[in-house]
């Protein structure tokens, strides 16, 4: 990741928020960077325009050395998938859906087969210790056994680059304590990693802490 200069202005009909005043970051492949600041000072939105959910008003953005910084919604689509996964607060998951059937769907969204999807959703259960609870929903589950599946769902695709948005903001310390040793875990056998987070606690486990205050970086920490 080679952010330089970026910006990023909301605009409505009486006020503009610049979210992001002027941000230059960059992420190498394998790290583990924690980005951390006051509510408001633009780490969502940072997390966004990274995971090509959204666009910066200025500035550029080279992911794998390809300058993603004003791709059309389609061309981000495509080139999130099986790249970038995703890790919420509140889960994102999808309630009408199962357990399996929600981690399923990026295997869907890539148009692997059926066979195959079958055994890698199977794998991913396991590894996140939720495959007694495949054929539940959502609402049948603890708040951390959601987190384990949306953690399921986020690396089915074995992505490069995962994106968390505080991770453990709505667990109790023992799930929390869980997800941030599967995301540990992933990050040791290689995948890059930006998360967003409160807790200093969390923030220990990356090898980097970028402090974000009203839109720019005001200092990084290398552990
Ligand atoms: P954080 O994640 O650090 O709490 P955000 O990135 O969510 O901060 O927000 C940064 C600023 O941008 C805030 O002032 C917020 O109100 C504003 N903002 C974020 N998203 C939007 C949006 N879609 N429209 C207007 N303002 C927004
Ligand atoms: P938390 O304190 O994390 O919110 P809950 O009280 O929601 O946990 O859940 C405790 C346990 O009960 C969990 O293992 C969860 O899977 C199970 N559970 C909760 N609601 C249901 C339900 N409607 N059907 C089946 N199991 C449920």
């Keep these: 990741i080679q952010v330089k200069e970026i910006k990023k202005v909301f ?3 009486e006020v503009e928020t610049w979210a992001i005043s002027n941000i230059s970051l960059n992420v190498n492949v394998g790290e583990f960077v924690a980005i951390m600041g006051p509510s408001g000072c633009g780490k969502s939105t940072l997390l966004n325009i990274l995971g090509l959910i959204d666009t910066p008003s200025g500035g550029t953005y080279l992911l794998d050395g390809k300058d993603v910084s004003s791709l059309k919604e389609n061309d981000r689509i495509d080139l999130r998938k099986g790249v970038i996964g995703f890790v919420f607060q509140s889960f994102n998951l999808i309630d009408e859906l199962t357990v399996e059937e929600n981690i399923e769907l990026p295997l869907l969204y890539m148009g692997i087969g059926k066979r195959e999807r079958k055994e890698r959703v199977q794998k991913a259960m396991e590894r996140m210790n939720i495959a007694h609870r495949s054929r539940h929903f959502p609402a049948q589950l603890s708040g951390g056994q959601q987190q384990r599946v949306a953690i399921a769902r986020a690396v089915i695709s074995n ?15 023992k799930n929390g304590e869980e997800v941030m040793q599967l995301l540990s875990e ?4 290689g995948t890059t990693i930006v998360m967003v987070t409160h807790s200093q606690h969390d923030a220990g486990y990356a090898n980097r802490i970028v402090k974000l205050f009203d839109g720019h970086v005001v200092s990084e920490l290398e552990m």
């Excluded at 991770?167 to 310390?173: A, F, I, V």
């Excluded at 992933?186 to 056998?189: D, G, M, S, T, V």
């Design 11 to 13: 605009r409505t009909e």
């Design 186 to 189: 992933l990050h040791k056998e």
């Design 159 to 173: 992505p490069k680059l995962i994106l968390a948005d505080e991770p453990t903001g709505n667990l109790d310390s």
